[in-house]
């Protein structure tokens, strides 16, 4: 059975980092790409950031660059989320999720349960 | 960026009812790359449609989609109360923007 895994959320103040670990089970992230989205609270759904089986192609939502860092260690099936200079903005729940095939541009097939970030002084 | 608008933003029928929820983007979607997702409170989004027409596994068959370059509908033939949530579209084709939700409810 897939199973993703979020951890790492709490609540932060801005200016702050935080780092989101993602735990992959019952598949290998090795042939996957891998994504985040986010939720703000009673909100949408907001892409932030992808990353291709191999790390050389990553992209990040403009709301998020030169911020965030999408990074992913395949031996230890472990999608990560750099988050530095926190925004109260940035306050949601963050989801990873995994993309259907080795392509980049592919649809999201498995989603975990989130963490939530809080941002706030 | 290809923005997606979603309408209505609720819907409410009664079950047995079909309901009927669009997508429209804001640029040709190459591909027909639009996928549909449902979204009940507390849980995490479960993709039900890809390449705007074909259903994920496991879904039932009273959820359908349709069309191609700007304007998708995703259509539950039978609603049922387990159907109440949030639909969100989304398109992968230039990197990755999701429309704003729908919000069914069942009376």
């Known amino acids: 059975e897939v199973q993703l895994v979020e951890s790492g959320g709490g609540l932060v103040q801005p200016g702050r980092s935080l780092r989101l670990s993602c735990a992959a089970s019952?598949?290998?992230?090795?042939?996957?790409?891998m994504h985040w989205v986010r939720q703000a609270p009673g909100k949408g759904l907001e892409w932030v950031s992808g990353?291709?089986?191999?790390?050389?192609?990553?992209t990040y939502a403009d709301s998020v660059k030169g911020r965030f860092t999408i990074s992913r260690d395949n031996a230890k099936n472990s999608l990560y989320l750099q988050m530095n200079n926190l925004r109260v903005e940035d306050t949601a729940f963050y989801y990873c999720?995994?993309?259907w095939g080795s392509g980049y541009y592919y649809y999201f097939d498995y989603w975990g349960q989130g963490s939530l970030v809080t941002v706030s002084s | 960026e290809i923005v997606l608008t979603q309408s209505p933003g609720t819907l409410s029928l009664s079950p047995g009812e079909r309901g009927t929820l669009s997508c429209r983007a804001s640029?040709?979607?190459?591909?027909?790359?639009l996928a549909w997702y449902q979204q009940k409170p507390g849980q995490a989004p479960r993709l039900l449609i890809y390449?705007?027409?074909s259903r994920a596994t496991g879904i039932p068959d009273r959820f359908s989609g349709s069309g191609s370059g700007t304007d998708f509908t995703l259509t539950i033939s039978r609603l049922e109360p387990e159907d109440s949530a949030v639909y969100y579209c989304?398109?992968?084709?230039?990197?990755?923007?999701f429309g704003g939700g729908t919000k069914v409810e069942i009376k």
């Open positions: 999720a995994k993309g």
């Open positions: 990353i291709s089986w191999n790390s050389i192609t990553i």
């Open positions: 390449g705007a027409s």
């Open positions: 989304q398109q992968y084709g230039r990197s990755f923007t």
């Open positions: 640029q040709s979607l190459s591909s027909n790359s």
């Open positions: 019952g598949f290998s992230i090795d042939y996957y790409v």
